[in-house]
């Protein structure tokens, strides 16, 4: 039985600094409606801008997993997607006015309490997860990073680490259930090497960092130059390299806790796929720059498979509705009323029927002596679908006509012939507002895909 999609029952606001600018930063969670998944909105830009979570926006990964839409920006945005997966939240808006996160204490404490505040409730869609069948993997042959992922029976995931330094040595952790990421991962903090830091204070970043949100392992020798640095850059008067390596007093959590926080990464990381996974993750050496290239691997993988994944029905029982009940709720007529029946229909999703027939009209002059049906009513009639979809909202269908607003992405993938029956489902991309019905839209024959596109109709009433 298919679990249902979550959100958050109230708006919760937390502030801070961000970790490269040092600027003050308000980030506000918001519910979000069915199939929205996580996107973060710049409510400090003209139009409030939105990037959604997606592996496809990645631009870099230079001191974290940072995003770009149309000259827009998301930075450090793992963190914050961890607690948001690891919570089984599915859509959620985050607004923010800056382009970082507040970094807070560098793990993803701070971010699941505030969202655990703000209360997670069900909501009346089922959640979409991809079921891992087969062993995924993509290995960095110039780094030796590597990621595996393998069947299980829920979303797990085993980290090992090592940097190749004394002070930190081969790490190992593993969560074997996200509902122990809140006990065992979520307070476990970002960290840093001093060469590394060195670097960072020479091109003026780590502004907002301190003592207390990120854990420094001294590799090296600390110069009095580096040292005085340090000392400004953390605004204290005296530091110490302590026996066990870190800089200063900090106390670590866990004695593992660098490997603890690059899993942590890699659930932020893999949140960018945009399906939640049931499978096992073993990470060996990961880091940003990896995990979002097998997240990128991944989501091109699942759509794919999506792609691929012909439905199956059962065209001997009833249909939801026939030919008569689709007219009472369609203006559509012969011979332009291209499906015939409706198989499945819900708040979300359409699934229709078309028996496609040599008495056809459109068979007599396209084409002559090789009859094929045109592309551009295989898309009308998946619209038809969504129609069904959009009207099946208003009481009263009969006084409403509908009308194209966009087709994005059309593909056509094999010709539609005489005797072939043809089954569409669409299912909506944003739930339906104002009568706008925007939808992915796939059709099959023969046990294959014929055609997909991305719909936007809208219905009017009849003048």
Not at 181 to 197: G, M, P, V, W
């Amino acid at each position: 039985m298919n679990s249902k999609q979550k959100t958050i029952r109230n708006e919760v606001t937390l502030s801070g600094v961000g970790l490269h600018t040092g600027n003050k930063v308000t980030m506000t969670f918001k519910p979000a409606p069915i199939n929205y998944g996580y996107a973060f909105v710049r409510i400090d830009l003209e139009g409030e801008p939105k990037i959604e979570a997606s592996a496809e926006y990645v631009i870099n990964t230079q001191r974290g997993t940072n995003l770009e839409k149309r000259g827009v920006f998301v930075n450090t945005s793992e963190h914050v997607l961890a607690a948001v997966v690891a919570l089984g939240i599915d859509n959620i808006c985050i607004e923010i006015n800056a382009p970082e996160p507040p970094i807070m204490d560098g793990s993803s404490k701070h971010f699941i309490e505030a969202l655990e505040k703000a209360g997670i409730v069900e909501q009346e869609a089922d959640r979409i997860e991809y079921i891992v069948k087969d062993i995924i993997s993509y290995k960095d042959e110039e780094s030796g990073s590597e990621i595996i992922l393998m069947p299980a029976d829920e979303f797990q995931i085993t980290t090992m680490v090592d940097f190749g330094t004394k002070v930190l040595g081969t790490q190992n952790a593993t969560l074997e259930s996200l509902s122990d990421f809140k006990n065992e991962i979520a307070d476990a903090r970002t960290f840093s090497f001093l060469h590394e830091l060195e670097m960072l204070l020479d091109n003026n970043l780590i502004q907002g960092g301190d003592l207390n949100n990120a854990i420094v392992y001294v590799d090296k020798e600390i110069s009095k130059e580096t040292m005085d640095k340090l000392k400004k850059a953390f605004n204290k008067e005296n530091l110490t390299v302590k026996a066990n390596g870190i800089l200063d007093n900090l106390t670590l959590r866990w004695a593992n806790e660098a490997a603890r926080h690059k899993l942590l990464d890699v659930i932020g990381d893999l949140a960018l796929v945009g399906t939640r996974i049931r499978g096992k993750v073993i990470a060996n050496k990961p880091g940003h720059m990896v995990n979002t290239v097998f997240a990128k691997k991944l989501q091109k993988i699942i759509k794919q498979e999506k792609r691929n994944n012909v439905p199956t029905y059962d065209l001997n029982q009833p249909p939801l509705m026939d030919i008569h009940q689709i007219m009472n709720i369609l203006p559509h007529r012969p011979p332009f009323l291209l499906i015939d029946r409706i198989l499945e229909l819900s708040d979300s999703h359409v699934v229709g029927m078309k028996n496609v027939t040599m008495n056809e009209p459109f068979f007599q002059g396209h084409f002559p002596d090789a009859p094929v049906m045109p592309g551009v009513l295989q898309v009308e009639a998946m619209a038809q679908c969504g129609g069904v979809l959009v009207l099946n909202t208003v009481p009263d269908p009969e006084n409403y006509l509908t009308y194209f607003m966009k087709m994005d992405k059309v593909k056509f993938k094999q010709k539609v012939l005489p005797g072939d029956t043809l089954i569409f489902r669409a299912e909506l991309i944003s739930p339906i507002r104002r009568g706008i019905c925007h939808m992915q839209a796939c059709g099959y024959a023969n046990g294959k895909l014929v055609v997909e596109a991305e719909l936007m109709a809208q219905i009017a009433r009849k003048p």
